[in-house]
Nanobody, 121 residues
Framework: QVQLVESGGGLVQAGGSLRLSCAAS????????MGWFRQAPGKEREFVAA????????YYSNSVKGRFTISRDNAKNTVYLQMNSLKPDDTAVYYC??????????????WGQGTQVTVSS
């Protein structure tokens, strides 16, 4: 069992940056693939980024590639999402998720409560 708590969301102007954090409690954090998803109003939840157990292999959606960076600190049981060059289209609730297994894009068993990111134009 893993409990996830996101933080770091807020209001930022277009072109700005935010860093989201997700603190995990429970055992064996490094056993889990960690992912970030987002859901904008009226839209389905979508994959944003994921990192394998070490953080050495990362995955990004095309919409954020080159602007967002996922990283993890297994000693602190925390995964991060550094978001740069933010656009109004990035406005959404961002969710942290965890899973066992290799596939990074779906099948997550554990979810945080979400943190709101709002990008103003």
């Amino acid at each position: 069992q893993v409990q996830l708590v996101e933080s770091g969301g807020g209001l930022v102007q277009a072109g700005g940056s935010l860093r989201l954090s997700c603190a995990a409690s429970g055992r064996s954090f490094s056993d889990y693939v960690m992912g970030w998803f987002r859901q904008a109003p009226g839209k389905e939840r979508e994959f944003v980024a994921a990192a394998n157990w070490s953080g050495g292999i990362t995955y990004y959606s095309n919409s954020v590639k080159g602007r967002f960076t996922i990283s993890r600190d297994n000693a602190k049981n925390t995964v991060y999402l550094q978001m740069n060059s933010l656009k109004p289209d990035d406005t959404a609730v961002y969710y942290c998720a965890a899973k066992r297994g290799a596939t990074p894009f779906s099948g997550y068993a554990y979810w945080g409560q979400g943190t709101q990111v709002t990008v103003s134009s």
